[in-house]
C-alpha cells in the first residue's frame, strides 16, 4: 500500500493519535514511524517597522498564531521554528533553513515563512508570537493551530483549519472561524461579532454589537450580552444564554436543549429540533418557544405575545405579575399535559381544549357553549387579551 505523504498526515495527528491510542496500535502510520524521528528548534526574532501599515496578517502553515496589542510603536515578531526528519542533523538543516518574512503590501505587513521542499517522513511547524500597536487591523490564519488574539483596537479576521481560537479585549469588526476547534471570546465590542464552529463549542463572555453564530456540533454559552441583535445556531449542542439585552434573540438547535434566563429586548425565538426549552426572567414584546421533541418551561415571563408548542413534551408557563392584561398567548402540546399561570388581572378571550384529558381552570371564566370535562370556551372580564391552550394528549390547567 502507498504511504501517505507527511503533508497529508499533519491535519489529522490529532485524532489518528487518539484512535491508535484507543485501538492498541503502535504509532506507525503510512509506513513512518514518529518515534524514530528527531527534532529541532530554533528562535527567530524580528522587529518591523509599521511606517504606513495599519495591518497585520499572518500566515501559519502549521503552529500557533498569538498576537497581542500594546503600547508599542513597532511590530514584534518571535517565530518559533521546528523541524522533524529522521536524524538530528537534518531536522537542523530544515529548521535552518526556513525564513521569516515580514513584507509591506499597501497599508498590510504580511507575515510569512519561506520554507524548503519537503520529503517523505519530514515536516516543519512555524509558529508565531507578534506584539503590535493596539490601533491596528489583525488578520491571522493557520491551517493548523490555535489563534490567540487580545487587546487590539481594530478588525479582526481569524481563521484556523484545525484549532482553537480565543479572543479578549478587541475593539472592532470581528469575524472567527474555525473548522474543527472551539471558540472562547471575552470583551468584545463591534458593529458585528460572526463566530464559526465546523466541530467545536463556542464561549462568549461580555460581547457587545450585532451577533451570528453557528456551530455544526458543538455546545453554546453566551453570558453578558448588549447592543444588538443575538443570532445562534447549533446543528448538534446544548446552548445556555444569560443576562442578556437585545433587539431579537433567535436561538435554534437541531439536536440540544436551549436554557436562557434574564433576557430583555423586543422579540425572543428559542427552537429546538430535539431537546427541552427553558426560560426564565424574559421580559419582551415577543416570546416563541418551541420543541419538535421535547418538553418547554418558562417562568417569570413578561410579553405581549406568547407562542409555546411542544410536538413531545409538557409545557408549563408561568407569567409575571408585570405581564399585560391583555396578553395574545398560543400554547399546544402535542403529547403532554399544559399548565398556564395568567398575568395578574388578565381580561378577554380563553380556550381550554384537551383532546383526550381534562380542563381545569382556576379563573372565573364566563362560559359560552356547552361546558364538558375536556373544553371551555369563554371570556374573563372585559378585555382585549386572548388565551388558547391546547394538548392533544395530555390535561390542561389554567391558573
Known sequence: MTSLRLTQIVPFLTGLSLLVA????????????????????RTVAQRLALDG????????????????????????????????APTEEEAKGLAEQVEIVGQPAGSTLKIRSKEPDLQDHRWISVSYTITMPRRMNVRCESNFGS??????????????????????????????????????????????????SGNGAI??????????????????TFEDFADGDLKLKSGNGRIGITNASFGVCDARSSFGAIA?????????????????????????????????????RATDVTASNLSAVSGNGGVNIACSP???????????????GVDFTAPTG???????????????????????????????TGKIGDGQGKIHIESGNGSVELK
Open 203 to 220: 464561549t462568549a463572555t461580555r460581547l457587545r454589537g450585532q451577533t451570528t453564530a453557528e456551530t455544526s456540533f458543538g455546545a453554546m
Open 322 to 336: 408585570a405581564a399585560p392584561a391583555d396578553l395574545n398567548a398560543r400554547v399546544r402540546s402535542s403529547f403532554g
Open 147 to 196: 489563534l490567540d488574539v487580545s487587546h487590539v483596537e481594530g478588525r479582526l479576521d481569524g481563521k484556523s483549519g484545525n484549532g482553537a481560537i480565543k479572543v479578549q479585549d478587541v475593539r472592532g469588526k470581528t469575524d472567527l472561524r474555525t473548522s474543527f476547534g472551539s471558540i472562547d471570546c471575552r470583551d468584545v465590542t463591534g458593529p458585528s461579532i460572526d463566530l464559526n
Open 260 to 296: 436562557a434566563g434574564g433576557l430583555r429586548g423586543d422579540s425572543v425565538t428559542l427552537n429546538s429540533g430535539n431537546g427541552s426549552v427553558e426560560i426564565a426572567g424574559a421580559k419582551t414584546k415577543t416570546v416563541d418557544l418551541y420543541s419538535s421533541f421535547g418538553s418547554l
Open 22 to 41: 484507543a485501538s492498541g496500535c503502535n504509532d506507525e502510520i503510512g509506513g513512518w514511524n514518529s518515534s524514530n524521528q528527531s527534532r529541532f528548534e
Open 346 to 376: 388578565f381580561a378577554g378571550e380563553v380556550s381550554l381544549n384537551a383532546n383526550f384529558g381534562t380542563v381545569k381552570t382556576a379563573l372565573p371564566i364566563t362560559v359560552s357553549g356547552e361546558i364538558s370535562r375536556n373544553k371551555i
Open 53 to 84: 501599515i495599519d495591518t497585520i496578517d499572518a500566515l501559519s502553515k502549521v503552529g500557533s498564531v498569538t498576537v497581542t496589542g500594546a503600547d508599542v510603536a513597532d511590530c514584534n515578531v518571535i517565530a518559533k521554528i521546528t523541524a522533524q
